[in-house]
């Protein structure tokens, strides 16, 4: 299968069983913490607080990260990384397990967790294209975002299971493990032969800076789509973060083995789009295809703020989770293809901080109106106005240009 193709180069095979499997616990991790959250404090609130807590290190610090990543060894970077967090969610369960876990822990560890990120993200995008052929690109962007994707269908609906069963403690734990695996994974990867990167010696942190923002605006299709997903971020990511377990607790009367199915069933939508779009050396006309997408999952999301069925909303959850995959395999095969490859990790953390720069200001707001409006017309109101974002930067010739 052209899919597949990847998987007969043993590095990118590495990378991938590694991140699958850290994935997988990432997955486990998100369930257990958005019930314990809940369960803990009953807030919307304090929920779009962990993740603001979460995100807005990794956005300060998301340039530095990119700049680090082209001059540093990126394998390097990923191994740190993984150690540094999978000590960190070591430390959570084991308070967790004494019954000694209070939200300001998770609080300190939502900042690490942050912080590495910035630095993680950029370096995964980079490497991928350094240490696979350019025909395989295609294949392994699919796979990357297939083993996302098959982790968060099984990710929820085990780490429910584990909740309903052992506890949030157990959940923390395995996530814990799993980034342990994924640094012994990439350790083969230290002896391959890549480009030496420049380290500190010529490091020029505004100038290399001032570079990979002029390739960003250099190009209608990366600012717009830059501009657009940070705002649409707040209108969906919101919702699905935050208001999910609300919507499933307190507005159909559900357990956390139904959030976990919603969650199951969008991972599950976008492993169809990455299975299809695998299939494909090339798409024609990505721009029209890209916005169609996003246009299409921003009104799946409105429509959980319907009085509809729950078996209606997990339909929609597959349509959303389909569209989404599709406008991230997209975009990334189209960032890898028009950014040189010295310049990928700082264009890398400048897409990361303006998709995602207002993403905590989502959280906040989306916890706020859950609080006070409920979570049904946060999902409404955010995937209209998604929508109806999505459509206007169609109208740019540039978007409509890109083959």
Same mark, same amino acid.
């Given at each position: 299968?052209?899919?597949?193709?990847?998987?007969?180069?043993?590095?990118?095979?590495?990378?991938?069983?590694?991140?699958?499997?850290?994935?997988l616990g990432d997955s486990l991790y998100r369930i257990a913490l958005s019930w314990w959250v809940l369960e803990k404090t009953g807030s919307?609130?304090?929920?779009?607080?962990?993740?603001?807590?979460?995100?807005?290190p990794m956005l300060i610090f998301s340039l530095i990260g990119g700049i680090a990543v082209d001059r540093f060894p990126r394998i390097r970077v990923m191994i740190l990384s993984d150690v540094l967090r999978?000590?960190?969610?070591?430390?959570?369960?084991?308070?967790?397990?004494?019954?000694?876990?209070?939200?300001?822990?998770?609080?300190?560890?939502?900042?690490?967790?942050?912080?590495?990120?910035?630095?993680?993200?950029? %370096?995964?995008? !980079?490497?991928?294209?350094?240490?696979?052929?350019?025909?395989?690109?295609?294949?392994?962007?699919?796979?990357?975002?297939?083993?996302?994707?098959?982790?968060?269908?099984?990710?929820?609906?085990?780490?429910?299971?584990?909740?309903?069963?052992?506890?949030?403690?157990?959940?923390?734990?395995?996530?814990?493990?799993?980034?342990?695996?994924?640094?012994?994974?990439?350790?083969?990867?230290?002896?391959?032969?890549?480009?030496?990167?420049?380290?500190?010696?010529?490091?020029?942190?505004?100038?290399?800076?001032?570079?990979?923002?002029?390739?960003?605006?250099?190009?209608?299709?990366?600012?717009?789509?830059?501009?657009?997903?940070?705002?649409?971020?707040?209108?969906?990511?919101?919702?699905?973060?935050?208001?999910?377990?609300?919507?499933?607790?307190?507005?159909?009367?559900?357990?956390?083995?139904?959030?976990?199915?919603?969650?199951?069933?969008?991972?599950?939508?976008?492993?169809?789009? %990455?299975?299809?779009?695998?299939?494909?050396?090339?798409?024609?006309?990505?721009?029209?295809?890209?916005?169609?997408?996003?246009?299409?999952?921003?009104? %799946?999301?409105? %429509?959980?703020?319907?009085?509809?069925?729950?078996?209606?909303?997990?339909?929609?959850?597959?349509?959303?989770?389909?569209?989404?995959?599709?406008?991230?395999?997209?975009?990334?095969?189209?960032?890898?293809?028009?950014?040189?490859?010295?310049?990928?990790?700082?264009?890398?953390?400048?897409?990361?901080?303006?998709?995602?720069?207002?993403?905590?200001?989502?959280? !906040?707001?989306?916890?706020?109106?859950?609080?006070?409006?409920?979570?049904?017309?946060?999902?409404?109101?955010?995937?209209?106005?998604?929508?109806?974002?999505?459509?206007?930067?169609?109208?740019?010739? !540039?978007?409509?240009?890109?083959?």
């Amino acid at each position: 299968m052209a899919l597949l193709r990847s998987f007969a180069h043993r590095p990118f095979t590495l990378i991938w069983s590694g991140q699958t499997i850290s994935r997988l616990g990432d997955s486990l991790y998100r369930i257990a913490l958005s019930w314990w959250v809940l369960e803990k404090t009953g807030s919307a609130a304090i929920m779009g607080t962990v993740l603001i807590f979460s995100f807005t290190p990794m956005l300060i610090f998301s340039l530095i990260g990119g700049i680090a990543v082209d001059r540093f060894p990126r394998i390097r970077v990923m191994i740190l990384s993984d150690v540094l967090r999978g000590v960190t969610v070591l430390v959570v369960s084991l308070l967790a397990f004494a019954r000694l876990l209070e939200v300001w822990h998770i609080f300190t560890a939502s900042v690490v967790f942050g912080l590495v990120d910035a630095f993680f993200q950029p %370096a995964y995008t !980079a490497v991928v294209p350094e240490i696979t052929p350019r025909e395989l690109l295609p294949s392994a962007n699919s796979l990357t975002s297939l083993s996302m994707q098959l982790a968060n269908v099984a990710g929820p609906a085990v780490g429910a299971a584990l909740v309903s069963l052992g506890g949030t403690p157990l959940g923390f734990a395995i996530d814990s493990v799993s980034f342990f695996i994924s640094a012994a994974c990439l350790l083969p990867l230290l002896k391959l032969p890549l480009p030496p990167r420049g380290g500190m010696a010529n490091l020029r942190l505004l100038s290399d800076l001032k570079v990979g923002v002029k390739v960003v605006f250099g190009s209608p299709w990366l600012w717009i789509t830059i501009a657009l997903a940070a705002l649409s971020n707040v209108t969906l990511s919101g919702p699905m973060s935050v208001s999910a377990p609300f919507l499933i607790n307190d507005n159909l009367g559900r357990d956390v083995k139904a959030l976990g199915m919603v969650y199951s069933f969008s991972s599950a939508g976008s492993v169809l789009a %990455a299975l299809w779009l695998g299939r494909y050396d090339r798409l024609r006309r990505r721009g029209v295809f890209l916005y169609l997408a996003w246009i299409a999952a921003s009104l %799946a999301v409105a %429509a959980f703020g319907l009085s509809i069925p729950f078996e209606a909303i997990l339909a929609a959850a597959v349509v959303q989770g389909a569209c989404i995959s599709a406008v991230g395999l997209i975009w990334i095969n189209t960032l890898q293809e028009m950014v040189p490859g010295d310049l990928l990790g700082r264009v890398s953390s400048i897409d990361n901080l303006g998709s995602f720069a207002l993403l905590p200001v989502g959280y !906040a707001v989306a916890g706020l109106l859950t609080d006070q409006a409920g979570a049904p017309l946060v999902f409404l109101v955010g995937g209209l106005i998604s929508a109806g974002l999505t459509a206007i930067g169609l109208l740019h010739p !540039a978007i409509r240009k890109v083959d």
